[in-house]
């Protein structure tokens, strides 16, 4: 029966289906990487720093040797096998190239130094007596602060090295009725999931094994690799659960090769949780970003030009890049675009993707702009959207193959009573509250990825499905359950579902709502011998 929580599906859906990992979590067997056990553990605790620039000079470490059970203590003097590889802004790949124990101090929140101990109390008293002294500069953190550098992003990023125009825009906004030039922000914004950070890496002879939450193991167990200098085929990861992500666990960052490199140094298992107060540093975010917006419209509402330039806060040494004007200049029939992106270097930690990467902030002062407009034109915001609305993608003319934008404004219009509301703003009271009605687009890119699915089928009908895709708390491990079941024509109670571990047939990233696009399609199936393999 249909209820709130699994209403009666529309036509492009399945049935609703309890979730094949619900027992699991709500009795506490779901098993996340920082619970997994392994044999004797060691226990690391990271010390960061707490100055934004700078270097460092001396590290006093006696007193910290001095705790009971402390086992070895990693710094910049003792890890420079670890070797330094590349700065990656893409999904899956390296999260920043600040990756040594010092000297340089490049943010506030870097890790200069990680104690292992027996215990993790230990660990964490002898953190707290490593004195480390600094030759302090004054840090530059955000827009406005002296001392800045700028890069322009179609310069330095290969991901970017184009942006969308089309046409003259200066003529179009110079000769339109009505014009807006307007200016917004977004602040920096942290994932901060439910799950720590943790790594647990051991060793076995010359094996690798990490258990890490991770949204690309894959990624993970080469990029490790190439840190310490050793075969990929020598790495495992395992993450078989993720207690949240959304672009925190995707890239390899600092502490994984250097949890592994205590591992080895000691020959035991090392496990790290960070603190929750070091998630903030240690991992990426949502970068600091400003925005100016140009539009130009007739009186009935008919865009002629679109003007979106963009600022984006980054670390010193990285050229990552939001750029998700590259998305949102398609999004209405602006007539003439213009677009520009400038990465702005600051002491800060290397930002990353997060929860619908480059989007948020470009849709954001896109659609607040539009809003505007429309308040400026006296005329209804959702009109606005729809007198600009097209099947033609504006900067190259193509067509869309499908666009269901009015069809959603409408079904939320009626469902809202839309019409009755007060379009003055400002206007609409609940005895002392302001009462604000709005209209939003949302735009998302749809991908897919390579990917690989082992599907064994037994005698008695049991069904076994192997990818190392992953589920981040979305439900990946059901919806692949539900494609099994359903292209084999079983229940799904008789499927059994094996997600997150490098050792299984490759998996994507599990970024960019791509994970049941890649694992699902009913395409390139093949059968041997009691196998099914999706490729």
Not at 444 to 469: C, D, K, N
Not at 515 to 524: F, N, Q, V, W
């Amino acid at each position: 029966m249909a209820n709130a929580a699994a209403p009666t599906p529309q036509a492009n859906m399945g049935e609703p289906a309890v979730r094949l990992d619900a027992r699991l979590k709500v009795t506490g067997e779901a098993r996340y990487p920082s619970d997994m056990p392994v044999g004797n553990p060691a226990y690391a605790y990271l010390v960061t720093s707490t100055i934004a620039r700078g270097r460092i000079e001396r590290l006093a470490l006696d007193a910290a040797f001095a705790v009971p059970g402390v086992l070895d203590i990693l710094t910049q003097d003792n890890t420079g096998e670890l070797k330094n590889i590349g700065f990656g802004a893409g999904r899956g790949g390296v999260s920043t190239s600040i990756q040594q124990l010092g000297p340089e101090i490049a943010h506030a929140g870097q890790i200069v130094a990680v104690v292992v101990a027996d215990t993790f109390e230990a660990a964490r008293e002898a953190a707290g007596k490593v004195g480390v002294t600094y030759a302090t500069e004054s840090p530059s953190a955000t827009f406005g602060s002296p001392r800045l550098t700028e890069d322009d992003a179609t310069k330095v990023s290969k991901m970017y090295r184009k942006l969308p125009s089309v046409g003259d825009v200066e003529a179009a906004l110079g000769g339109a009725e009505v014009a807006i030039d307007v200016e917004y922000a977004t602040p920096t914004q942290h994932h901060n999931p439910i799950e720590l950070f943790t790594t647990t890496c051991s060793w076995m002879d010359d094996k690798l094994t990490i258990r890490e939450p991770s949204q690309f193991v894959y990624g993970l167990k080469n990029y490790v690799a190439r840190r310490l200098g050793a075969n990929p085929d020598k790495v495992d990861v395992v993450s078989p659960f993720v207690g949240g992500a959304f672009g925190s666990k995707s890239a390899m960052t600092p502490r994984t090769a250097m949890v592994a490199l205590a591992a080895k140094r000691l020959n035991r298992p090392v496990k790290l949780v960070a603190t929750r107060s070091q998630g903030f540093t240690i991992s990426t975010y949502r970068a600091e970003t400003r925005h100016r917006v140009r539009l130009g419209a007739r009186r009935d509402g008919k865009l002629v030009g679109y003007a979106h330039e963009g600022w984006e806060i980054s670390s010193r040494p990285d050229q990552y890049v939001v750029a998700g004007i590259a998305d949102t200049a398609h999004l209405y029939a602006f007539g003439a675009v213009k677009t520009k992106v400038t990465i702005v270097h600051a002491d800060r930690s290397t930002p990353g993707f997060m929860r619908s990467p480059p989007m948020v902030p470009y849709m954001y002062a896109l659609e607040t702009a539009m809003d505007e407009l429309a308040v400026k034109l006296k005329m209804d915001p959702i009109e606005l959207r729809r007198v600009n609305d097209t099947m033609t993608e504006p900067i190259e003319g193509k067509p869309f193959s499908s666009r269901s934008l009015m069809k959603c404004y409408d079904q939320a219009a009626d469902s809202f009573g839309w019409m009755r509301r007060n379009p003055q703003p400002g206007s609409m009271r609940e005895d002392d509250w302001l009462i604000g009605w709005g209209c939003a687009t949302a735009l998302y890119p749809t991908h897919i990825a390579p990917a690989a699915v082992r599907v064994r089928l037994s005698p008695a009908g049991e069904v076994r499905v192997q990818t190392a895709a992953h589920d981040l708390g979305t439900g990946a491990y059901t919806v692949i359950g539900q494609m099994a079941a359903e292209r084999l024509g079983v229940s799904l109670g008789s499927v059994t579902v094996e997600l997150g571990d490098s050792r299984l047939p490759v998996g994507p990233v599990a970024g960019g709502s791509n994970t049941t696009a890649s694992t699902g399609p009913r395409s390139s199936w093949r059968r041997r011998s009691g196998v099914s393999e999706r490729v």
